[in-house]
Nanobody, 122 residues
Framework: QVQLEESGGGSVQAGGSLRLSCAAS????????MAWFRQVPGKEREGVAA???????VYAESVKGRFTVSRDNAKNILYLQMNSLKPEDTAMYYC????????????????WGQGTQVTVPS
């Protein structure tokens, strides 16, 4: 079973950028479909971006054109580059792996990290 650990969160002004990283261990990242999700207290976990083994990607409408998901298979790391951040992007961001389909629905993923907080003050 793959283990996932996110990093790179923090507080950034609106319009700024952050890059989140998800380091995988225990297995080779290149074999997995992977995704980023986010969650705010009291709301369901929301899919942000996903990438398959061939590097095909999908994005939530709310982040298209601003966020980019990518993977470095040599380093076993998944990234989420977030530009033009908005206050509504404030959330805990989670890395997920081990889906068999390229979707932004949490129930399809079997491995999760602990999350990293992103805060964009209004």
């Amino acid at each position: 079973q793959v283990q996932l650990e996110e990093s790179g969160g923090g507080s950034v002004q609106a319009g700024g950028s952050l890059r989140l990283s998800c380091a995988a261990s225990g297995s080779t990242l290149s074999t997995y479909y992977m995704a980023w999700f986010r969650q705010v207290p009291g709301k369901e976990r929301e899919g942000v971006a996903a990438i398959d083994r061939g590097d095909t990607t999908v994005y939530a409408e709310s982040v298209k054109g601003r966020f980019t998901v990518s993977r470095d298979n040599a380093k076993n790391i998944l990234y989420l580059q977030m530009n033009s951040l908005k206050p509504e992007d404030t959330a805990m961001y989670y890395c997920a792996a081990d889906s068999r389909v390229l979707v932004l629905m949490a129930q399809f993923y079997n491995a999760w990290g602990q999350g990293t907080q992103v805060t964009v003050p209004s």
